[in-house]
């Protein structure tokens, strides 16, 4: 699996859009930019990933670069129940993605301000 | 976290002593994972189950062995217990990508 790289810390004001960095400079073309989320002391939650296109869902939007080198997870309108680590990850992925287990750096300790 | 469920939840062990963590799931997924989460670290895959019946090793085995009990079920146990395996132990599940993981069982070994 490829690399990533995130910056070990952020904060944010509550209210305001959460822009999360990876830099993921050796991804390979069959492989997602996964997110993840950990809030303390509780299991990692999924949030979004993706392959090439932006995503969006209920919890966030995933921006990745045309060149897929990079992306960008937003939080629109961050809450204080957001502070948490952020772990950008890289693998195959999908339905069809392998079934042995994910790479976890230590990932960005985001916290938002009140 | 709905679907995947560990016990316990926290235990205390001596140095030497056995146990066995449990791991259980009702999100009828194929492939399950036990991950060990040190302080300020992330998580690294201790052994994973890609079917019933099948086992593999991941990062960092040594020490622990595992068991795909059916569909269901997937077990962690510790021998012995060492001060080195104090961390906390979290259990995912997935078919294909993402995983899903359980709230973790905080181990102690003193």
């Known amino acids: 699996d490829a690399k990533t790289t995130q910056p070990p810390s952020m904060d944010c004001a509550e209210g305001r859009a959460a822009n999360l960095p990876c830099n993921h400079s050796?991804?390979?073309?069959?492989?997602?930019v996964y997110w993840y989320r950990q809030i303390h002391s509780q299991g990692p939650q999924y949030i979004i990933h993706?392959?090439?296109n932006n995503e969006t869902n209920e919890m966030a939007s995933l921006i990745i670069t045309e060149d897929r080198k990079s992306s960008t997870l937003i939080l629109p309108h961050a809450t204080l129940r957001d502070t948490a680590v952020y772990y950008c990850?890289?693998?195959?992925?999908?339905?069809?993605?392998?079934?042995?287990?994910?790479?976890f750096g230590k990932g960005t300790h985001l916290i938002i301000q009140p | 976290n709905a679907g995947v469920t560990q016990t316990p939840k926290f235990q205390v062990l001596k140095t030497g002593q056995s146990m066995t963590l449990q791991c259980a799931q009702d999100?009828?997924?194929?492939?399950m994972y036990w991950y060990r989460q040190d302080p300020g670290m992330g998580l690294r895959l201790i052994y994973y189950?890609?079917?019933?019946?099948?086992?593999d090793k991941g990062e960092v085995p040594n020490g622990y062995n595992v068991s795909r009990l059916n569909k269901r079920e997937f077990s962690l146990r510790l021998e012995s217990a060492a001060p080195s395996q104090t961390s906390v132990y979290f259990c995912?599940?997935?078919?294909?990508?993402?995983?899903?993981f359980g709230d973790g069982t905080r181990l102690s070994i003193l």
């Open positions: 995912a599940t997935s078919r294909g990508q993402p995983q899903h």
């Open positions: 990850i890289v693998r195959v992925g999908g339905a069809g993605g392998g079934a042995d287990g994910l790479t």
């Open positions: 050796t991804i390979s073309g069959n492989e997602y």
């Open positions: 999100m009828n997924h194929n492939s």
């Open positions: 993706g392959l090439k």
């Open positions: 189950s890609a079917s019933e019946g099948t086992t």
